[in-house]
């Protein structure tokens, strides 16, 4: 698995339907986020971590869309960028090519907030 130019492509869409979706469900929120700690792959310092943090990162999807399947909508929104049925994938370890895939994610929302 490495990281493709369909992959900037499908997660650049994906940040920008989460941004879009952001600007609806909570006005303002670009001015909420320290640019300086965002980091995707951190549940607490992620753009849903940082404007929910007594709810953390699941509870706040959860808030913004009642569902069941989490990872499946965060991914689509550009709330996290695991590949979908990545066995692989873990609290701890997390794989390298996953990894770019969440640098380059949290890069396209500190440009989205930057460029705002």
């Known amino acids: 698995m490495s990281f493709t130019a369909i ?3 499908t997660l650049t869409d ?8 952001l600007d609806d469900v909570h006005p303002g929120w670009r001015a ?3 640019v300086d700690r965002l980091d ?3 549940v607490y310092d992620c753009v849903l ?4 943090p007594r709810e953390g990162y699941l509870n706040a999807v959860h808030r913004l869309y009642d569902l069941e399947d989490v990872d ?3 991914i689509h929104h550009g709330f996290n960028a695991r590949v979908p049925l990545d066995d692989t994938w873990g609290y ?3 794989p390298s090519p996953v ?4 640098g380059f994610l949290t890069a396209l929302w500190i440009a989205d907030v930057i460029g705002s």
């Open 7 to 9: 992959d900037r492509e």
């Open 14 to 21: 994906a940040q920008a339907r989460g941004s879009a979706l």
């Open 32 to 34: 909420e986020l320290d």
């Open 40 to 42: 995707l792959n951190a």
């Open 49 to 52: 971590g940082q404007l929910y």
């Open 72 to 74: 499946d909508w965060s």
């Open 92 to 94: 701890y370890y997390t």
């Open 99 to 102: 990894r770019v895939r969440y």
